[in-house]
């Protein structure tokens, strides 16, 4: 069983990049939205025991434990990276066993039995990872017990995870776990996969 790490910026600074295509009132609303679709596939997901969410968000943090995730304050408040291994720390102070995974927050076309198929096969390596639909970045970072998580996302953080010995995860049929949505034409392909509810109501808005 994983316990899985989701970061979340506040909501005021999250998806700037989303701003041209959606305007600036619907961008955190939206960034709400791929958070709640994603921790919702997350916890339905059978290999997953706990989501942990990383947040200094108050909305986004009532709004993510009503889903049934751990909220735990950005206490570092140093960016995605510390953020993250922040998140898997107060995951093993409780249990030092556990296996760990960082999932990004911007995944609103998850799939929960895409997920398994990734967990899966990330459990047959110590650290392993998934690649963006771009091939680029980063979606997925897993460690097994007794293995430090070692984030290493953001801009081209595909060939830093590599070079840090993890292990790519090459599986097909996963697309749902790499969608992430940084632009418009992000979320018009994740629309096109099919969002969850939240991100398709507030698409629709």
């Known amino acids: 069983m994983w316990t899985l790490v989701v970061p979340l910026k506040p909501l005021a ?14 961008r955190p609303g939206l960034a709400l939205a791929f958070a709640q679709d994603t921790v919702a596939a997350a916890a339905a997901c059978p290999a997953v025991r706990g989501v942990v969410v990383v947040t200094d968000d108050p909305v986004a943090g009532r709004e993510l434990a009503a889903l049934g995730a751990r909220v735990v304050g950005d206490e570092p408040d140093r960016g995605l990276n ?51 639909a771009a091939g680029v970045g980063t979606t997925f970072l897993s460690a097994l017990p007794g293995r430090e998580l070692a984030p290493a996302f953001g801009g081209a953080s595909r060939i830093r995870h590599l070079g840090s010995g993890a292990a790519e995860i090459t599986l097909s049929g996963v697309d749902s776990v790499r969608r992430d949505v940084d632009t418009g034409d992000d979320l018009r392909a994740a629309l096109a996969l099919g969002v969850g509810r939240y991100t398709l109501r507030r698409s629709a808005a």
């Open 13 to 26: 600074r999250a998806k700037s990049r989303l701003s041209p295509a959606a305007g600036e009132s619907l």
């Open 82 to 132: 510390a953020a993250l291994a922040y998140g898997a720390l107060r995951v093993r102070e409780s249990d030092p066993l556990s296996a760990v995974a960082a999932l990004n927050a911007d995944l609103p076309a998850l799939r929960p039995e895409e997920l398994l198929r990734v967990l899966h096969a990330a459990g047959t390596f110590p650290r392993a990872f998934l690649a963006d």
